[in-house]
């Protein structure tokens, strides 16, 4: 894979087999986010999870201290005095029933997280073949099927961010920008640690985090020492 000329230079500061410190991979991840834009600070996680086994599944979600950076639209499911709760409490969209065809069928996909009350799951239910891949539809455990929608979206544009296994057994988050002070991206790297840590399943055999990478969007990836973890 041939990379361009700013990720040359940016991955010349890293050495791969060295494995840092979390304050030290942050602060290289922000030397080499070299891009013209505000790079989101990613980390992605590999576990020792088999996510085919229901048991050793993870699916939760927490509050950044420093948020994402990320200005997120809401989209509630709602119905009666919950779409005018949802209104007043910041969601940039609400509706019901008549939003199915918009989305199913115009595409429309112009939010960053869906919130439903539980009496709206039958309709949101409709759209799982969309929302599914899309890693867009609610879900209890991450706190977005509930019917205190305050709550809900407070805590989503504050900087709540979802967890999940991929596939590949792998953790993908945003923990803030390269523009976030140093400070700020080891916090939010603490706190997204820690709830990760209590998620771990009891029937895992093994090492639970087998590595922690940290990049920026453009960047090479800063291995971290999971053992300092």
């Known amino acids: 894979m041939t990379h361009g000329k700013i990720y040359n230079e940016a991955a010349k500061l890293v050495d791969r087999a060295t494995l840092s410190d979390p304050a030290d991979a942050v602060a290289l991840v922000k030397k080499t986010a070299g891009a013209k834009f505000d790079e989101t600070v990613e980390i992605h996680i590999r576990t020792g999870c088999d996510?085919?086994?229901?048991?050793?599944?993870?699916?939760?979600?927490?509050?950044?201290?420093?948020?994402?950076?990320?200005?997120?639209?809401?989209?509630?499911?709602?119905?009666?005095?919950?779409?005018n709760e949802a209104e007043?409490?910041?969601?940039?969209?609400?509706?019901?029933?008549?939003?199915?065809?918009?989305?199913?069928?115009?595409?429309?996909?112009?939010?960053?997280?869906?919130?439903?009350?539980?009496?709206?799951?039958?309709?949101?239910?409709?759209?799982?073949?969309?929302?599914?891949?899309?890693?867009?539809?609610?879900?209890?455990?991450?706190?977005?099927?509930?019917?205190?929608?305050?709550?809900?979206?407070?805590?989503?544009?504050?900087?709540?961010?979802?967890?999940?296994?991929?596939k590949q057994n792998i953790i993908h988050c945003p923990i803030g920008k390269a523009s976030f002070s140093e400070d700020k991206l080891n916090e939010n790297f603490e706190a997204l640690m820690e709830a990760i840590k209590k998620a771990k399943p009891s029937s895992l055999k093994g090492q639970y985090l087998r590595s922690v990478t940290l990049s920026s969007t453009m960047g090479p990836g800063v291995k971290v020492n999971v053992m300092k973890l």
């Open 51 to 83: 996510g085919r086994h229901a048991e050793e599944q993870i699916r939760g979600a927490v509050v950044l201290p420093n948020g994402t950076g990320k200005t997120v639209k809401v989209l509630v499911f709602a119905k009666g005095d919950k779409v």
């Open 88 to 166: 007043a409490a910041g969601a940039d969209y609400v509706g019901g029933e008549e939003l199915i065809p918009k989305i199913q069928n115009d595409g429309w996909l112009d939010f960053d997280v869906v919130v439903a009350t539980p009496d709206m799951m039958g309709v949101v239910g409709r759209l799982g073949k969309v929302l599914g891949p899309k890693g867009l539809m609610p879900n209890p455990k991450a706190g977005t099927v509930t019917m205190d929608v305050t709550k809900a979206i407070a805590d989503i544009k504050a900087g709540k961010i979802e967890y999940r296994l991929d």
